[in-house]
């Protein structure tokens, strides 16, 4: 079946614009995660989604930073008044349940740049 | 924040020789996981190791780990040049979410 699709591939905005980041899991997948991937860097958790609830928002770095899902399926994880420190790729991944001994299955990310 | 540290950061090989990559991590886990990135983008599932296990094999991949030092290594065998790419080590802990926590990656070069 169909992966993970994450949209748009890249987005460039300009500092203080929102931005939405749209992220499509696996059919039948439960967990939903975002990772935010600075230039050179490994990854850093965002956010965790279990259906349409958000258990875990401990990696939001600010305010300005929120995520939703809907429908225990698709999820939008927005930027408001954007700053060139957000620049980064923002992978989106998702699994069947969500427990620790699971693959997480990504997407191919957005490439967001804020000038 | 990131788990810990990788090493080395990035490595050159000629086709064919084995690759290890080393990954520490500080806090108790679950599990830990290797992924592959190819082009900075979109992550690809390699092997995972639970906290009881000392060794695993897939294919060319062996990865094995120490939890007494808190330490993991990834080992490809005969390496191909399609091998390369960045391969990140992440850990899951005790919480019930399974969030990965990355390490900064090896950046891997085979050379044909």
């Known amino acids: 079946g169909a992966g993970v699709s994450q949209s748009p591939s890249n987005k460039v905005t300009e500092k203080g614009k929102d931005v939405e980041l749209r992220c499509d899991p696996i059919s039948g997948h439960t967990a939903l995660y975002w990772y935010r991937q600075r230039l050179g860097q490994g990854l850093e958790f965002l956010i965790y989604f279990q259906g349409n609830s958000a258990p875990d928002k401990s990696g939001l770095p600010s305010d300005r930073f929120s995520a939703e899902r809907t429908g225990e399926s698709v999820s939008t994880l927005t930027i408001q008044r954007t700053q060139q420190e957000d620049s980064a790729v923002y992978l989106c991944?998702?699994?069947?349940?969500?427990?620790?001994?699971?693959?997480?299955?990504f997407g191919p990310g957005t490439r967001l740049l804020v000038l | 924040s990131q788990q810990g540290e990788e090493d080395p950061q990035a490595l050159s090989i000629q086709e064919g020789e084995n690759a290890t990559m080393n990954c520490s991590y500080k806090?108790?886990?679950?599990?830990l996981q290797w992924y592959r990135q190819n082009s900075g983008r979109g992550l690809v599932h390699l092997i995972l190791?639970?906290?009881?296990?000392r060794e695993k094999h897939s294919g060319r991949l062996r990865v094995t780990l120490d939890t007494s030092k808190k330490s993991s290594s990834l080992l490809i065998t005969a390496s191909r040049a399609a091998d390369t790419a960045s391969y990140f080590c992440a850990t899951v802990g005790s919480s019930n979410t399974g969030k990965l926590i990355f390490g900064q990656g090896t950046t891997l070069q085979v050379k044909p």
């Open positions: 190791i639970r906290s009881n296990e």
């Open positions: 806090t108790s886990i679950n599990n």
């Open positions: 991944a998702s699994s069947p349940q969500g427990a620790g001994g699971e693959t997480q299955y």
